[in-house]
């Protein structure tokens, strides 16, 4: 009796945990808008792109500073050690010696500087103008994370869609089949069927309920997919608020030729390789700088105790300035100068053909896009009718089959084939979205 009640105990406690982790586990229904805006707000991938879109704006701020005067203080305190002053004697006319320059020990600087480059060969400037273009590159590569990550959202949600379908699909062959060998059982009984028609039914049952095992496991592989992608625990139950409609099914009326040309002007691919080139030119007038002298003008401020300028040095603190201008010029420098421009060459032309690569490249995605997404429309509209003829062909032969005027096999075929219709139909509606999708990212939409 004891051990009953322990058992009894041990029961209830695993349920209460059971039922706390099923009222812990979060419930969501999300439209594909609201899945968009979540993964927008989640993913790591896009926020490490943001932080190296910042990092180029930053270094092209630092780039642009070095343009402009600089400013330093700085500040000094020396002890020095004891040593005689700086004395004249001139004994017997002048038996005390006379102090030329007294010995200070605590020196004190305060100093002020201030530096302008006046030319450099349009270096800075040239430097300046690349950082800026490369930043405005990071910034379309992070429309391009942003629309990538879109895409993988979009196809990790048409997914689990795909698969709570064919879940569906499977439940009512499974109803159908049950409803089929419950006749098949009665006619049995009545001598009317074979017990071999029973066993083919009973087999179709249980390859269905296997079926139904891959399909619950696919749903909830899927559903740990769209969780991922959206940055959401991968325990959150998501119920999806949107479906496919046919009312989307309408035909594009631009021929590819245009579709290729809006994609050459939306892509942000392209956009930050053209800004790449663009900053790769200026490198080449940059590294061509060192060719001209660097001019400079400078000014100095120092407020010291003593003061070096004074002579005889004063234990006192007094203030002077300084201003120059300066130019600075490379005699010789063992064709270093010729070696930059010439990496900044080789940039540039390396730049210009990945471009050319990459236009080529937008053109066949573009292309191989509206082809599928033109197969797909097709598929949805045939597959439609295939399962409309294939529910019609399974009335008539279920019809036809409880009079006793078709055999067994042939109801059977009919299920299958019913089956198979609408997982065709299930396919090309995920297979349209996700096509719709793909078209959108090749032409550079969000």
Known sequence: MKNYRIYCAVIILITLISGTKLLAQEQRTLTLEQSLQIGLQNSRQLHASLMKT??????AKEVGASRFASLNFGATYTRLSSVPPFEISFPPLIPKPITISPTVLDNYNLKLSLQQPLFTGFKLQSSYDAAKLNAAASNMDYSQAEQDLFLNIKNAYWSLFKVLQMQNVIEDEIHTVKAHLEDVQNFYKQGLATKNDVLKIQVQLSQAELQKIDANNNVKLAMLSLNNVLGLPLDTKITLADSVSMNDLTTENKSVDELVNEAMKNRPELKAMNLRIDASSMQITAAKGDWFPQLFVAGEYDYS?????????QDKFYGTWNVSVGVTYDLWNWGATVD???????????AKDNSKLLKDAVTLDVNQSYLNLEKSRQKVTVSKENVKQAEENYRITDE???QGLTLNSELLDAEVALTQAKTDYVQSLVDYELSVAKMDRALGIK
Request: charged share 35%; glycine share 0%; proline share 7%.
């Open 54 to 59: 910042k990092l180029a704006e930053a270094q």
């Open 305 to 313: 105790k003593p003061n070096q300028r004074l002579v005889p040095t």
């Open 340 to 350: 930059r421009t010439e990496q900044a060459e080789a940039n540039y032309e390396q």
């Open 400 to 402: 036809r089959f409880k």
